[in-house]
């Protein structure tokens, strides 16, 4: 196993992860921030999202109130007084040639997160989260380069750890409680690679540490970082001195190339900004948010455990996704039975939506639906077979857009919901294959699984094929 390789070779990993805020606005001006399908390129810009000289930035509350909250959920200690920097640098993501950010005091500092691996915790510390500005969007084509600003002012808040995690397999963990507590705090549109960006800094054996930047997602940040160890590890074994040095993750082809021999975080020459207040927090501000936390999933676990027992393993993935975890209650509330309904949950529904790459929240299903196709399965209306199809059928019209209500589904795929008589099907189909039948009772077996496919197809699916093959075994007898 890797994992156990990352641990014998003493592999210190850091996260540098940027979050996308959704706030209405952008963090500096009053554009939107929120992308339109099929938007043009630059039509969400003025002169300060531009970097126009001259333009003064007017920081967005909402943000300020956002961090506050992930400070608080991150257990940091919340600066009372911290401020913006200018940080220079000359690209052209970044007309003005700076960027404003927080630097010198970041506005929390000092938390943690509690990761569990393999049943047991492990708590990696949070260093600081500060807020700043996203840049603009690069985009080349052939010869051409050009500049899309729609994204540039779009606040990020920076969440830094301490190079704590032993694993890739540790740092994925981290990232996907990230996304589900985004989730929970009503803070994800669920496109994952959108939201999250992280650097990840990697070292073997307090040796140089090489920074793979512009990780988006979970999974790319658990390949780049596997694949950055070997990468490092041969280098070691060969007797090559590793550089010290920024490495971009290339996810299409899953490998990291040189960017650029790492800078010092001097380098950026970082001064005051002087266009921005302090930003000053006081208890009151600190309370209002507290209030506005809503159940995170640890707490959502303990209820439904003491609620409807079920085992941990699958109260934790029946909490990983709100949207899941809505369900699962709806379902009991609705008077499913409890492990019934976590089946379905974690079981086919999960496996479907992951198959068809989407989120339930973003289908916008409703729970109701979902409800009466386990209903009707729960009075042996549809065999789990059926069952599963139904909901994938659900999720694929869904996402297509299409009438996807369950009444319209079973109508349009021609599922049955009335209750099936396997035996009178089975009657009838050797009625009407006697010849077969017979050829079956000589001992073809080829016989039998003809037989088995017509009552299937006479069932629509709905039947077991275990259960028929029985059946016509048995039948007569
Ligand atoms: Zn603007």
Known sequence: MIEEKMILNGVKIGLETHISLPTKSKLFCSCSNIAKENEGANTRICPVCLGHPGTKPSLNQKAIELGIKLAIVFNCELSKKSFFSRKTYFYPDLSKNFQITQYEI???????????????????????????????????????????????GSPLMEIVTEPDFSTSKEARIYLQNIMSLLEYLDLSNGEETNIMKSDANISLKNG???????????????????????????LIE??????????????????????????????????????????????????????????????????????????????????????????????????????????????????????NNTRFFLLKIDKEDIFM????????????FVCE??????????????????????KKFGFSSSKIDVDEIIKKILNENKAVY????????????????????????????????????????
């Open 208 to 234: 140089t540490r090489v920074e793979v930047k512009n990780i988006g997602g979970v999974r790319e940040v658990e390949k780049a970082l596997k694949y950055e160890f070997l990468r490092q590890k041969n």
């Open 438 to 477: 017979e050829e079956y009772l000589t001992g073809k077996q080829k016989a039998l699984d003809f037989l088995v496919g017509q009552v299937m197809r006479e069932t629509k699916g709905a039947a077991k094929p275990q259960e028929v093959k029985d059946k016509i075994s048995n039948y007569n007898k």
């Open 238 to 355: 060969k007797d090559v001195k590793i550089e010290r040095e920024t490495r971009g993750w290339v996810d299409k082809l899953g490998i990291s190339k040189s960017l650029r021999s790492k800078e010092f975080e001097e380098d950026y020459g970082y001064i005051f900004e002087p266009d921005l207040p302090y930003i000053c927090i006081d208890e009151k501000q600190i309370n209002a948010q507290k209030d506005k936390i809503p159940e995170l999933l640890e707490q959502k676990a303990k209820r439904i455990k003491k609620i409807y027992g079920l085992n941990e393993k699958t109260i934790e993935r029946i909490v990983r996704y709100k949207d899941l975890a809505d369900l699962f209650e709806y379902l009991c509330e609705k008077k499913i039975d409890a492990k019934l309904a976590s089946s379905w949950v974690v079981g086919p529904i999960l496996k479907t939506l992951n198959w």
């Open 106 to 152: 970041p506005i929390c500092q000092n938390g943690n997160a509690t990761i569990k691996i393999d049943d047991k915790e492990k708590k990696i510390r949070i260093r600081r989260i500060h807020l700043e500005e996203d840049p603009a969007k690069i985009i080349y084509q052939k010869e051409s380069t050009f500049l899309d600003y729609n994204r540039s």
């Open 389 to 410: 199809k139904i909901i994938q059928k659900m999720v694929e019209e869904a996402k297509n857009k299409r009438n996807f209500s369950y009444k319209h589904i079973i």
């Open 373 to 384: 196709c386990l209903e009707d399965y729960t009075n042996k209306k549809h065999s789990d």
